[in-house]
């Protein structure tokens, strides 16, 4: 699947996007950044504090609870804020 950051959370992570294949185990977008965060200092910068990081799947906003099963693109981003 395509994984897709934004704004510090790229900038935390060094790239825009890529392609992985999380473990067979890794099933809701919560699990699935949590996994990221193990992937290295960056990653582990950008999780530090998971429960900040909205998500969407193939482009619908998510909750972290939400499966993972059968996505094509999953994106995580900060909080936004208006004004």
Request: proline share 7%; hydrophobic share 40%.
């Amino acid at each position: 699947m395509k994984i897709k950051y934004f704004a510090w959370v790229r900038e935390r992570v060094g790239k825009t996007e890529e392609t992985l294949e999380p473990p067979a185990d890794i099933r809701t977008v919560g699990e699935l950044i949590g996994w990221l965060a193990g992937r290295g200092d960056g990653y582990a910068y950008a999780f530090e504090v998971p429960g900040v990081i909205r998500a969407a799947i193939d482009q619908t906003h998510v909750k972290p609870e939400a499966s993972i099963a059968g996505a094509h693109e999953v994106a995580l981003f900060p909080p936004m804020t208006g004004g």
